[in-house]
């Protein structure tokens, strides 16, 4: 059993910057005219007292102002820098000045300018220091329940996000495997107690009650290790018989889009099209409509599968059923479809082609041209699909991470991670469309493939300039990974040679 604190609890401190941000007020002015209304004769001799500035009597009504607790002339409560007369606006005073609200910001008399982190601008009034940083009070919030902070304890993940102590505790807390709900902290405490078997997470209660409140014994397993085993066995069997079927439903899709549509003639097939025949006798051959009919069922197959199956109350439901295995179930109908529509694919050689090259040299070489760029997209799919973790893509990970008691691999990644994920699951739309165009011969079924594979792709990722921004981030901290190595072997390398020039 384990007491384990999540995280650091902190708390914010706010303090008054040393300048104050007033407004000067007219009450000195409304006074005397109220006096004068009740007696006229005394209204252009009535003194209120003396001027701060300039040390002489305040006298007749609407002449002077009031602020800071202090009386000033009209023409004595000015900025210090340009002369504004600053009666009924906005001013700040700092070491005995006054300023207008340009010159304060502007003039280099504020010498060390708040900025809100949360909102980028300058924090004129109560600053809230926390995290070494500067906040308005009412910017420090829970970027989940957006709740106020100001004065409450806070904690920070690893990429900088700020939390309330119980919404941090939700969010990132680990899953009970018995009960799938979030091991929390009790009331009152930061630290959640929870027990660890198996490189499992259980609260204390449900270890209890699965093992009728008895430990095992140390020299013998647990009683639940074999089912444990055997479950784990099972899943794990599961999800690589369907990266098995998977890798070869790919392997025949490469097959079917590229290497049979560039070499037809090398596989023993038929002509790809009759250009002797003309479009209009064409389309209208039953022959062809029913092969185009038969096709369009096909691709309505497999999308229908693949939108069906991510929409999210069909994930959620499936989820509920198949737990850590719903992502393999994904795949293995994806691929499914996949061989439905490779086996029962119907091609179109009633009818002419949209372009063909079969003038020598150009029928010889542009092919191994075709070849030779299909070849290297699919290795950039290939590389994209490794760097955007396979395992979990596939659902290795989740049978993986379901036996250690982790939960959802995505749930380990950065928020920006899961949200890019969520708008763009297959980074792979140009190489795709290079593959399904760039073609010796382009027939009528396979403009048809290659529309409406292309138009599912555009339709289907939502990426936008947060999306951007976070991709950009990665790169540029992929490469300077990839060049501390170079500088390190540079720096020795100037090391050394310095050691000899010493010797």
């Known amino acids: 059993m384990a007491a384990a604190p999540l995280t650091a609890v902190c708390a914010a401190h706010k303090i008054r910057p040393p300048h104050s941000r007033t407004v000067g007020s007219g009450g000195t002015g409304q006074l005397g005219n109220t006096l004068q209304k009740m007696d006229p004769t005394h209204g252009a001799n009535?003194?209120?007292?003396?001027?701060?500035?300039?040390?002489?009597?305040?006298?007749?009504?609407?002449?002077?102002?009031?602020?800071?607790?202090?009386?000033?002339?009209?023409?004595?409560?000015?900025?210090?820098?340009?002369?504004?007369?600053?009666?009924?606006?906005?001013?700040?005073?700092?070491?005995?000045?006054?300023?207008?609200?340009?010159?304060?910001?502007?003039?280099?008399?504020?010498?060390?300018?708040?900025?809100?982190?949360?909102?980028?601008?300058?924090?004129?009034?109560?600053?809230?220091?926390?995290?070494?940083?500067?906040?308005?009070?009412?910017?420090?919030?829970?970027?989940?329940?957006?709740?106020?902070?100001?004065?409450?304890?806070?904690?920070?993940?690893?990429?900088?996000?700020?939390?309330?102590?119980?919404?941090?505790?939700r969010v990132r807390a680990p899953c009970c495997a018995a009960c799938r709900t979030p091991i929390l902290p009790t009331e009152g405490s930061t630290e959640s107690i929870r027990v660890v078997s198996l490189n499992r997470n259980y609260h204390v209660e449900c270890y209890r009650e699965n093992h009728r409140g008895k430990l095992p014994k140390e020299d013998s397993p647990p009683i639940e290790m074999a089912s444990v085993t055997v479950r784990g066995c099972a899943l794990g069997a599961a999800s690589l018989l369907n990266f098995a079927f998977v890798f070869v439903s790919a392997a025949d899709f490469i097959r079917f889009v590229s290497f049979r549509a560039i070499y037809h003639n090398i596989t023993g097939e038929t002509t790809l099209c009759q250009d002797s025949i003309p479009w209009t006798v064409a389309l209208r051959d039953s022959s062809v409509l029913r092969c185009l009919v038969v096709d369009v069922g096909l691709l309505a197959l497999f999308t229908t599968q693949h939108s069906l199956l991510a929409w999210s109350?069909?994930?959620?439901?499936?989820?509920?059923?198949?737990?850590?295995?719903?992502?393999?179930?994904?795949?293995?109908?994806?691929?499914?479809?996949?061989?439905?529509?490779?086996?029962?694919?119907?091609?179109?050689?009633?009818?002419?082609?949209?372009?063909?090259?079969?003038?020598?040299?150009?029928?010889?070489?542009?092919?191994?041209?075709?070849?030779?760029?299909?070849?290297?997209?699919?290795?950039?799919?290939?590389?994209?699909?490794?760097?955007?973790?396979?395992?979990?893509?596939?659902?290795?990970?989740?049978?993986?991470?379901?036996?250690?008691?982790?939960?959802?691999?995505?749930?380990?990644?950065?928020?920006?991670?899961?949200?890019?994920?969520?708008?763009?699951?297959?980074?792979?739309c140009l190489e795709l469309g290079?593959?399904?165009?760039?073609?010796?011969?382009?027939?009528?079924?396979?403009?048809?493939?290659?529309?409406?594979?292309?138009?599912y792709?555009?339709?289907?990722?939502?990426?936008?300039?947060?999306d951007l921004a976070y991709l950009c981030v990665q790169i540029k901290s992929k490469m300077q990974l990839l060049a501390e190595p170079h500088q390190r072997v540079a720096g020795s390398t100037d090391g050394n040679n310095g050691d000899r020039k010493e010797k």
């Open 46 to 169: 009535l003194s209120f007292g003396s001027c701060t500035r300039c040390r002489k009597a305040v006298c007749g009504a609407g002449r002077a102002c009031r602020a800071m607790g202090h009386l000033f002339h009209h023409t004595c409560f000015t900025c210090s820098v340009c002369g504004k007369s600053l009666a009924g606006q906005i001013f700040y005073s700092l070491s005995g000045g006054i300023y207008c609200e340009n010159d304060f910001l502007f003039s280099g008399v504020h010498p060390a300018p708040e900025v809100c982190d949360s909102c980028g601008r300058l924090v004129m009034d109560m600053v809230l220091q926390a995290r070494g940083k500067s906040y308005h009070p009412s910017c420090f919030r829970c970027v989940i329940c957006s709740r106020s902070l100001e004065g409450q304890p806070f904690t920070v993940d690893s990429d900088g996000r700020v939390y309330c102590v119980s919404d941090y505790h």
């Open 434 to 455: 290079v593959v399904l165009w760039l073609l010796p011969a382009l027939s009528l079924d396979r403009l048809l493939l290659a529309a409406t594979l292309s138009t």
């Open 313 to 428: 109350p069909v994930k959620r439901a499936l989820q509920s059923v198949l737990g850590a295995l719903n992502r393999t179930a994904y795949c293995f109908t994806t691929a499914l479809a996949l061989q439905i529509l490779m086996r029962y694919w119907q091609p179109v050689t009633g009818a002419p082609c949209l372009w063909s090259v079969r003038h020598a040299p150009w029928s010889i070489w542009f092919p191994l041209l075709c070849f030779s760029l299909h070849f290297l997209c699919w290795a950039i799919i290939c590389s994209i699909v490794m760097i955007f973790d396979y395992p979990e893509l596939l659902g290795i990970k989740q049978v993986y991470y379901e036996c250690l008691g982790l939960g959802d691999p995505l749930s380990h990644k950065s928020t920006q991670a899961q949200r890019f994920l969520s708008h763009l699951r297959h980074p792979v």
């Open 457 to 466: 792709l555009a339709l289907a990722h939502s990426l936008d300039k947060q």
